[in-house]
């Protein structure tokens, strides 16, 4: 089994270990500059071994499969004000960004803002409708962040304690 663990602003790491729930703080600070997926090996006191997979991301990203829409409104196309629309798979959720599967190959650039909906897997299928802005694109997948940044987002904020 592995476990994720965050990197603090202090470089520690709180590793839980999966079999018992016991936590441990770490001194992490010896992987701060290092480049590459950092997995480790634990040892809990109650005997369980486990693999720790330390996470650099300032905010904790869910894995979900939720079907939804996007829209890009494209001002600067030759062939006048065009808007580009497709479906999409929202693969991970955090409560400042989203990466998405698209269908098809996006017609957008990193920097765009686009708009997308989906609904989440809740007990009431809340309906999320947020513009947001390109980061990366690695083929079909792409990154973004909300373009507008909320103090604390309701919807995805309780979706993502449950």
């Not at 520690?12 to 480049?35: E, G, H, N, R």
């Not at 989906?118 to 909300?146: H, M, P, W």
Request: aromatic share 10%.
């Amino acid at each position: 089994m592995t476990v994720k663990a965050f990197i603090t602003s202090e470089n520690t790491a709180t590793i839980t270990c999966p079999a018992c729930q016991k936590s441990v703080t770490k001194d992490v600070s010896k992987f701060k500059d290092t480049d590459k997926y950092i997995k480790l090996r634990a040892h809990c006191p109650c005997g369980h071994s486990y693999t720790v997979f330390l996470e650099r991301r300032k905010q904790y990203r869910k894995s979900v499969e939720l079907r939804g829409v996007y829209r890009h409104h494209d001002p600067a196309s030759t062939s006048g004000d065009v808007e580009h629309w497709g479906s999409m798979t929202v693969v991970d959720l955090s409560r400042t960004g989203i990466r998405m599967k698209l269908n098809v190959m996006p017609k957008f650039k990193v920097g765009d803002r686009i708009s997308v909906e989906f609904r989440l897997d809740d007990a009431n299928s809340s309906l999320v409708r947020r513009d947001v802005i390109i980061q990366n694109i690695k083929g079909l997948y792409v990154g973004a962040t909300y373009a507008m940044a909320q103090s604390y987002d309701n919807i995805i904020g309780f979706y993502m304690l449950k």
